[in-house]
Structure formats: structure tokens, C-alpha cells
């Protein structure tokens, strides 16, 4: 401006002028990303409440089931205790030791403290201690029949409880296809810890794995149950997750191409997509596996890829760590769907997938005509069929 007008350039003061340095830039941009990562977390992954309470609130087992029945849960509440006994034995077997040590120095010390112990008192202690020592052997051989029955008893009492407690796991395992319901599968949850043990943990992991055929629906409440259960025991989780991804890799390379073979592969595979919107699997678990059957995009791989979006597609386009990557696979897999000599069947799949992930924004909405046009076009119509009727 200075040089259109042709004037000099007025003094300026240094305080105008807003300056970033390095530290002060970073520390901006900094801010940026965090008010960038601050609107991304408002965004709810899942947009339905009611759907978003399914997946995100869970009941809270540490305060709803005694410490006691969690003993061997992830947060051991049992160290304590066994620290403050062994603590106490110490204690108990320093002040032994000490009054033992107190009594042989008495005895050892004559009446008037000048004089040797002599022979005979030595001799004296030591008949008492042989005579206490086979009074001690005695009385252990009169109480060791009572002692083993004490224990053959506590054993039987042991059984008992383990067999009550077979009993309770037969009865809630049995309740497990019929959990329909959020309020359902944690009602079972709670329950089964009351009657928890590892053998008990085994034997839900396989009920877990073993869903009634054609029943997909169940997926979602057994994967809720699953992940209600391991907060306190994340080897539940963990199992059930490492048995459906072996079961996914095993049916993938299997490729059987008949009609029996469909429904595990979408079982298996929206197992996994349950499993992950539940936080009890990474997102790469699936990305991985879509990728490999983008890869071989034919046959059974294209039902699984399709199973795989539609159940879990849109979850992952919502978090931030897997956006990207989940819009670059559903690209390749539209491009792959054109490219591909697809069946009606498989297309309309894919379709479907597609569009569970990207619904349209709005529904296209018919035009509205006003009601004077409407009337006039209705007394064109019938004028016309008047017509056509004479003729």
C-alpha cells in the first residue's frame, strides 16, 4: 500500500505484530488437535440410546456381588490375608522362641548365681523333656484316628459343595439361549459369579461357543454376557475370542461351497463383530480378516465380507483409529462388486452392507403438489376416460 500510494512506510511498533515461535506454534496446534479429538469424542459411536446402553453399560460386578465370591477375579483381595497370618505366625513363633530361651536361662542359673549347673539338674531337665516328648508322641497317637475322620468329613463336605455347585452352573447354562434381554443376560452373569470356579469359567466358554444353529440372534446377548463376566475374569473374553477367531480362520480356508457351510461362516462372523463392539477384540481383528477376503473376493468370502460390514461396518467408520482404513476397504469392495461377476444374491448382500454402513442422509421426498393442480388433474383423467368410453 505504501508503495501505490508513494509514501514511506510509518513506524510500526514491534507489539503489532503477533508472533509464534516454536514452542508457542506446537503448543497451537496442540490445541487444535485437541479440540479436534474433543468434538470427534462427542460423537457417540452408536447414534440409538437404547442400543448404546447395550453395548456400553454394563453392571458393575464389584459392586453388586460380595469381594469374598471374587476371590480369584482379576484384583486378588486374598494377599492380604495371607500376609497378615504369616505376619502373625512370625509374631507368634519370635514370642515362643523368646519365652523358651527365658526358661532355659533360668534353668540354667543356680539359686545363689555363683555356682555351676551340676550334673544332676542337667540330667533332671533332660528326663523331664523325654518324658514330655513321649506324652507328646501319646497324644498324637490317641487323636490321629479323630484327625482323619475330621478330614475324610471335610473332604465329603467339599464334594457336597462342589456337586451343589455342578448343579447351579447345569441350571444357569440352561437359561443361556432363553437370555433375550438386556436385563436377561445380566441377571446370569450375576448369578453364575455366586457360583463361580475355573472349572465353571470352562465350561461357559464353551456353552458361549456353542450357539443354538439359526439362531443368530442370540450373538449380541452372548457376547454381552461375555463381557460382563470379564471384568472380573478377562480369561472369558479372552477365550471365547480366540476360539470364534480360530473357528473364522479355520471355515476362511476351508472355502466349503455348500449350503451347510453358510451359516457357520455368518455366525462365526458376526460373532466377531459382536466381540468387537464390545471392546473385547481391537478393531484390527476385523480389518485384517475383511482384508484377506477382499483378497480372494469369490464364493463364500463374499458372504463373509458382507457379514463382516453390515454387523460391524459402522462401528468401525465411527472410531477414529479405524476410520480410514474401514473407508479404504469398503471402497475395494464396491470396486470388486462392479468388477466381479457377481450373483443377484451376493450383489444385494454387498448392497446391503454398503448401506448399513453409509445410510442415505435423507429419503428422497415425493413433490408436493397443490391441492388445485391435483383436483384439475383428476378432472382431466376422468374427462378423458368419459371420452374414450363414448368412443
Known amino acids: 500500500m ?161 456337586g451343589d455347585q455342578h448343579s447351579a452352573i447345569d441350571a444357569i447354562l440352561s437359561r443361556l439361549p432363553s437370555c433375550v434381554s438386556r436385563d436377561l443376560c445380566d441377571e446370569l452373569a450375576v448369578n453364575f459369579c455366586y457360583s463361580n470356579s475355573k472349572a465353571a469359567r470352562r465350561r461357559l466358554m464353551r456353552a458361549l461357543m456353542d450357539v443354538p444353529r439359526g439362531n443368530l440372534q442370540l450373538l449380541p446377548y452372548y457376547s454381552r454376557v461375555a463381557a460382563t463376566i470379564s471384568q472380573a475374569y478377562p480369561e472369558v473374553g479372552a477365550g471365547v475370542l480366540s476360539a470364534v477367531e480360530a473357528e473364522f480362520d479355520a471355515l476362511a480356508a476351508k472355502k466349503d461351497l455348500t449350503r451347510a457351510g453358510e451359516e457357520p461362516r455368518l455366525r462365526v462372523a458376526r460373532y466377531l463383530a459382536e466381540l468387537i463392539k464390545f471392546r473385547l477384540a481391537p478393531p484390527s481383528a476385523l480389518l485384517l480378516r475383511l482384508k484377506m477376503l477382499l483378497d480372494d473376493f469369490s464364493g463364500p468370502a463374499v458372504d463373509a465380507a458382507a457379514a463382516l460390514v453390515e454387523s460391524a461396518g459402522r462401528f468401525l467408520l465411527k472410531l477414529p483409529e479405524s476410520r480410514v482404513r474401514m473407508e479404504n476397504l469398503l471402497s475395494v469392495m464396491m470396486r470388486l462388486r462392479n468388477a466381479r461377476n457377481l450373483d443377484s444374491r451376493q450383489t444385494n448382500a454387498v448392497d446391503n452392507a454398503y448401506f448399513a454402513c453409509r445410510p442415505p442422509d435423507k429419503a428422497t421426498q415425493r413433490r408436493r403438489r397443490p391441492p388445485l393442480q391435483v383436483n384439475n388433474s383428476c378432472g382431466q383423467h376422468q374427462t378423458t376416460l368419459c371420452q374414450d368410453s363414448q368412443a
Open 2 to 162: 505504501a508503495d501505490a500510494l508513494g509514501k514511506n512506510l510509518p513506524p510500526l511498533a514491534e507489539d503489532a505484530f503477533t508472533r509464534l515461535g516454536a514452542d508457542e506454534s506446537s503448543s497451537a496446534g496442540g490445541m487444535t488437535a485437541g479440540a479436534a479429538g474433543g468434538s470427534e469424542a462427542i460423537e457417540h459411536v452408536f447414534e440409538d440410546p437404547e442400543v448404546r446402553a447395550f453395548y456400553e453399560q454394563l453392571p458393575d460386578l464389584w459392586s453388586l456381588i460380595p469381594t469374598v465370591l471374587l476371590k480369584d477375579a482379576t484384583q486378588p483381595r486374598s494377599s492380604d490375608n495371607s500376609t497378615a497370618i504369616a505376619v502373625g505366625r512370625s509374631e507368634a513363633f519370635d514370642t515362643s522362641a523368646a519365652a523358651d530361651s527365658a526358661a532355659n536361662s533360668s534353668t540354667a542359673t543356680p539359686a545363689n548365681g555363683n555356682e555351676p549347673t551340676t550334673a544332676a539338674t542337667v540330667a533332671g531337665v533332660s528326663d523331664s523333656h523325654e518324658g514330655t516328648a513321649a506324652a507328646s508322641e501319646s497324644t498324637e497317637a490317641n487323636c490321629s484316628y479323630p484327625a482323619a475322620a475330621a478330614a475324610v468329613a471335610a473332604d465329603d463336605d467339599t464334594a457336597a459343595v462342589t
